[in-house]
Structures are given as structure tokens and as C-alpha cells.
């Protein structure tokens, strides 16, 4: 990881607020704002793995088979698709 040495101008009495909370949680002010500072980062996105990983692992546990998995979610896909056409069409909009 790389560093980046900034100077901000912040009002006086901003840094005091800063400093009493960064004391509250017995952390000195400059390691107390670059924990601000990297929990106010947006989130990485998750990896197609990561999201799978929870029912990838549950699939594993159970033993099933690729074949039986397929056929598990081909049936699914069936259902969906009957149980769709078996709804009143939409009225097309203008």
C-alpha cells in the first residue's frame, strides 16, 4: 500500500472534536483520521466467487451431483417460466 502525506486546513474547533473522540478510543489523532478516512471508502464490489461462495458451499455439503444440481435448477426454471404464462398479460402502455 502506498502512502500519501496530505496538509488540510480544518477549523480549531473541528480538531479538538476530532481529538477528543480519536481519545475516546485511546487511538492518536492521525491513526484516528485514517480510520475515518478508509471507513468512508465505498465498499470493493464482491467477486462472482464470493457471491457464490455460501451456496457453493451448502451445494457441496449436500452431496449432490453437477447432473442432479442441473436437473434441480432446470425444474425451477420450468416452473417459473409455466407459472409466468399463466398470468394475466399486462395491458401495453401508451
Same mark, same amino acid.
Given at each position: ?9 480544518? $477549523? ?8 477528543? @473522540? ?16 478508509? @471507513? ?50 399486462? $395491458?401495453?402502455?401508451?
Amino acid at each position: 500500500m502506498s502512502l500519501l502525506l496530505t496538509q488540510i486546513e480544518i $477549523p480549531v474547533e473541528t480538531v479538538e472534536l476530532l481529538g477528543r @473522540n480519536a481519545a475516546a478510543r485511546r487511538l492518536p489523532l492521525a491513526e484516528y483520521l485514517r480510520v475515518v478516512a478508509e @471507513n468512508d471508502r465505498p465498499p470493493q464490489p464482491l467477486t462472482f466467487d464470493e457471491i457464490l461462495a455460501p451456496f457453493s458451499a451448502e451445494v457441496e455439503a449436500s452431496g449432490i451431483t453437477d447432473e442432479e444440481l442441473d436437473d434441480l435448477i432446470q425444474t425451477a426454471r420450468r416452473e417459473v417460466y409455466q407459472a409466468k404464462q399463466q398470468l394475466p398479460a399486462e $395491458p401495453a402502455h401508451a
